[in-house]
């Protein structure tokens, strides 16, 4: 294979990864947490659309462990979008690691 049909192959690559990658990011992606009390979307870009608290987790004497919950949901949340984006590396890069997101 010759130089100039590698960097056509390299270019042909990096142009389905940004499709796939701006695919990704309008994608919106639902978490449901601590038994249905907190739900979380989050947008591919890592950035939240939307968050619901079930009335009968908002105790004020229970603060502390709403807060923990939030952020153990939001966390999930983070998690789903990131493997959906090790999915879309793996397919393209064939498994092997290296593109950062």
């Keep these: 294979m010759n130089i100039n049909a590698l960097m056509q192959q390299a270019q042909k690559m990096q ?3 940004n499709k796939l990658t701006e695919e990704l990011e309008k994608k919106s992606f639902t978490i449901t947490s601590a038994g249905g009390a907190i739900e979380i979307v989050i947008k591919g870009t890592k950035r939240i659309e939307s968050i619901k608290i079930d009335e009968a987790a908002i105790d004020p004497s229970e603060k502390e462990m709403l807060e923990e919950m ?16 090790e999915k879309i590396n793996a397919k393209m890069t064939g498994g092997m690691k290296g593109f950062g997101f």
């Design 70 to 85: 939030l952020k153990i949901a939001i966390n999930e949340a983070i998690e789903l979008v990131e493997k959906e984006f």
């Design 15 to 17: 142009k389905e990864m």
